[in-house]
């Protein structure tokens, strides 16, 4: 397994749709980063967020649409140990031979904001549905479409036997914030 550069995957992006829209340069001016990086991209979060409610029992065996409130905003705060869902802007198509690890970015992790992505394996496809936690003793407050994470892409000299798409994985092509699901 390789990590793909800056090159490789402006052109699977570019040519393949692998991330859609897709920021060719890294976009800094006035907002948290998002786009191309040598080695990765950086991804942004959409305006859209579930907030749980207080003193909802959350069962990822037995999830209630009715224990999360929806918010569509330009900005979220975050209360001290909580968590909020979101999804990328970006659609994601990755290729068979492809899988991408997770991590959130610098700049909200030395505000106490940590982000739980799954990697995303070869031949899923969607929007991601991200956890933003704030593990800090303050509230903190979180930018809709601006970065909030980076992928990192490692494309193996072989093809998996078996894909996300072959295994009719339960999160495929999720186009909203999707809940835990069995």
């Given amino acids: 397994m390789a990590v793909k550069s800056d090159k490789w995957i402006k052109k699977m992006s570019l040519e393949n749709e692998m991330i859609k829209p897709f920021a ?3 976009s800094r001016e ?6 191309v990086s040598s080695y990765g991209y950086d991804f942004r979060v959409a305006d859209e967020f579930k907030v749980p ?14 224990i999360f409130d929806d918010f569509k905003v330009e900005s979220i705060i975050i209360p001290p140990s ?11 198509k990755i290729p068979r031979n492809v899988i991408t690890l997770c991590t959130g970015k610098s700049t909200y992790a030395r505000s106490g904001v940590l982000l739980n992505v799954t990697p995303f394996e070869p031949e899923w496809e969607g929007f991601a549905t991200i956890c933003i936690m704030n593990v800090s003793s303050s ?3 979180v930018y809709a479409n601006e970065g909030i994470g980076q992928l990192v892409f490692f494309e193996s000299d072989e093809q998996c036997e078996i894909s996300y798409a072959d295994k009719k994985g ?3 092509a999720q186009k909203t914030i999707t809940h835990s699901k069995i």
């Fill in 24 to 26: 060719e340069n890294k």
């Fill in 30 to 35: 006035g907002v948290i980063s998002y786009g």
């Fill in 53 to 66: 409610r207080k003193q909802a029992l959350i069962d990822p065996k037995n999830q209630k649409n009715n």
């Fill in 82 to 92: 909580s968590f909020v869902l979101g999804r990328t802007v970006e659609y994601f």
């Fill in 139 to 141: 509230p903190v407050k």
């Fill in 170 to 172: 339960k999160y495929q």
